[in-house]
Structures are given as structure tokens and as C-alpha cells.
């Protein structure tokens, strides 16, 4: 795919920072939500835990979350078929008991994310 594409998918993108010691319970949280952003309609999830993410001197990933000592830097992205339907999904999940009733094992105030329109997909 390229940019002009009609095909295009949509991204929503997060960084945030997770204590190390919640990695089984952030991995437990990001099963649950990515089952109920699928049933929302999301094409995939993918969520990343930081193995080499070097601190910056004017900017960086642990930078822009805030790193703390202890915690790791994770990246995710949701997938979606287009933008109105990304729309459409996070309406619907955002009015959704399930996902009132979780509690994230992170800071979520540190976490910083976008929507952004697919340009390549190599």
C-alpha cells in the first residue's frame, strides 16, 4: 500500500511506562482490551515490551513518559479499517462497562498516543 491508497487502514499508537513488576498483570490488561478492541472491530493489536529503548540527551522514548526507575517503555498500536470505524469503535468502548471496570497497571497519565493514517505498508 501507499499514500493515496483507498485500502488505507488507521493507527491509534501508545507509548507509556510500566513497572517492571506489573508485566504479567499489564499483559493480562492488554489481553482483555485487545479482545473487546476486536469485537469493537480492530483489525489487530500489537503490544511491545521495551528491550532496547536508550535514553535520549535532547529526546527519547523513556523521556517522553517519564521514565521512572524500575519501569520499561511499551509501544502498542491498534489497527483499524478505517478512521470513521476507528471512530465508530472507541464511541462504543468508551460507553462499554467492561472497559469502565479496568484498571490499568500503569500510570496512564505519562502515556502519551496519537491517531495516525497508514502512508506505507511494506
Sequence with gaps: ?????????????????VPEANKAAYLDHAKKTAEL????GALSVVECWGADVPE???????MAVKLEEGETVVLSWISWPSKDARDAA???????????GMEMPFDGSRMIFGGFDVVLDA
Design 56 to 62: 535520549g540527551k535532547l529526546t527519547s522514548m523513556p
Design 37 to 40: 478492541f476486536k469485537e469493537a
Design 1 to 17: 500500500m501507499t499514500l493515496g491508497d483507498t485500502n488505507m487502514t488507521y493507527v491509534d499508537g501508545m507509548v507509556a511506562a
Design 90 to 100: 472507541w464511541e462504543k468502548l468508551m460507553a462499554d462497562e467492561r472497559m469502565a
